[in-house]
Each structure stands twice: as C-alpha cells, then as structure tokens.
C-alpha cells in the first residue's frame, strides 16, 4: 500500500528553528507537495519538490531525497503565527495525491 | 483569501435532513474537487471534476452526491447521512488537466450529523 508518515505534533519555540519530517511509500513518484493550514482555515500551498536538494522560499525550506522516500520542511525565526498544521502530499505515478495526516505545529513563547 | 469560497461554515444536520454544499471558484479554473477532512487522519479524495466531467469517484457512498453545473461551482448534495460522516469537507481547484498541480482550498465546512 501506500502511505505518508509525519510526526503527530511538534512543538518549538518562537525565534527557534523546527524541521518537519516526512516519509513516503508510493507507487512512483511525481513530486511532493507541503501545505500549511490554520485551524478552520484552508489548506494553503507551500513548496513543491520534485528534484532532490533543497529549495528555499523565505523563512521556509523544503528538502527532497527521492532515493530515500523522505522529505523534509524546515522552518526558521519562527513566529507565533507559524502555529499551524502542516501537510504532506506525494504525487504517485497516476499523478494521484496521497496526503500525510499532517503534523500540528505549536509555537510556544 | 485563496479564490474559493464554500458556504455554509458549519452545518448540523440529523440522519433524515437532506443539505447541499456550494464552493465557487474565482480563479478561472478548470479542475474541482471534494475532500473530506476527518480528525488526525489523511484528507480523503472524494470527487475529482475537470472541465465540468467528473473524473473520479473514489467509492464515495451514494449518499454524496455531487454536482459541478459550470467550471466555477461545485456542490455536493447530502442526504440520509450518518454521525460517522461528521467531518471537515473541503472543497479545492486547480488550472485543470495537468498532474503535478497546486491545488488551492476553500475553508470548508464543518458537518456535524447528529
């Protein structure tokens, strides 16, 4: 089968750093999406990976290793408006999304 | 503001009501889907609807029923749901018929089945 793996909750603190992990089993890969939602708000788009290596937007960062089925978001100078859920999507080869059950961030003073 | 607008928020509803759920999209797309939200778990593809043709169906109970009249709105029509229903449905577009796209997501509507 297919499935996403990513850390529950996590919790940090406002200003630190916070790396986000995400595993994937698919059947092929075609990119790998990150989404940040707020509670009662929309899912919002945050980075998509495709190539291994590392791309930076900001104070976000996404990391791809398609050799190891692992991804990861890396979030700096955190801030309280950071807290949120993050979620974890691959595309596999029918360019069908599998979602992780996201992990909630909470930002701590 | 992500361009996708559902109505209504939060709906309760018993087992015998029948309710429907609009999104409507601002963006000029041509992709729309249904996704049901449920606590601590993986959002569930329900329908995928491209160019107004529904292309997907992911065993979805017949108690779902969608209904995309244009490229721009999308409803899904409830009826003799069950409390196990209760959940977040969001709704979402994208440009349309290409793989690797963003999708971009309204708030959704809480439902609570009673």
């Known amino acids: 089968g297919q499935n996403i793996d990513q850390p529950t909750e996590m919790t940090a603190t406002e200003g630190a750093i916070v790396q986000i992990n995400c595993t994937y089993q698919?059947?092929?890969?075609?990119?790998l999406f990150w989404y940040q939602q707020h509670a009662g708000e929309a899912p919002t788009f945050l980075s998509y990976?495709?190539l291994d290596g590392l791309e930076e937007k900001g104070r976000f960062s996404s990391f791809l290793s398609r050799s190891k089925g692992y991804s990861y978001l890396l979030l700096k100078e955190l801030q309280m408006k950071d807290s949120a859920s993050y979620l974890c999507?691959?595309?596999?080869?029918?360019?069908?999304?599998?979602w992780g059950a996201g992990t909630k961030l909470i930002i701590k003073p | 503001e992500t361009g996708v607008t559902q109505t209504p928020r939060h709906l309760v509803m018993g087992m015998t009501n029948k309710k429907s759920l609009k999104c409507e999209q601002h963006?000029?797309?041509?992709?729309m889907y249904w996704y049901k939200q449920s606590a601590k778990k993986p959002l569930e593809l329900m329908f995928v609807?491209?160019?107004?043709?529904?292309?997907e169906n992911n065993s979805v109970p017949s108690r779902f029923s969608p209904e995309c009249p244009n490229s721009s709105h999308l409803f899904l029509h409830l009826h003799t749901l069950q409390p196990e229903d209760s959940a977040l449905y969001l709704c979402?577009?994208?440009?349309?018929?290409?793989?690797?796209?963003?999708?971009?997501f309204g708030s959704g509507t809480q439902l609570s089945v009673l």
């Open positions: 979402a577009s994208s440009q349309g018929g290409q793989g690797g796209e963003k999708l971009f």
């Open positions: 963006l000029g797309h041509n992709a």
């Open positions: 609807y491209n160019f107004k043709e529904q292309t």
């Open positions: 698919t059947s092929g890969f075609n990119g």
């Open positions: 990976n495709v």
């Open positions: 999507a691959v595309m596999d080869s029918n360019y069908q999304l599998i």
